[in-house]
């Protein structure tokens, strides 16, 4: 189970960078803003996931 959450965690991070990426070829300040979040919030529940938090 462990494995599985980290592999959610760096899609996360994926679809974040995506979001970045995204927003700055269409000038979206906002869908940027958004990108970043999602990356931040899945590099913060990897991170807790690998060492072991609830």
Request: glycine share 16%; net charge neutral; charged share 10%.
């Amino acid at each position: 189970m462990r494995y599985v959450l980290t592999v959610v965690a760096v899609l996360g991070v994926a679809l974040g960078v995506a979001a970045v990426v995204l927003g700055e070829a269409d000038d979206s300040p906002g869908l940027q803003l958004i990108g970043v979040l999602i990356a931040l919030g899945a590099v913060v529940f990897g991170i807790r996931n690998l060492r072991g938090g609830n």
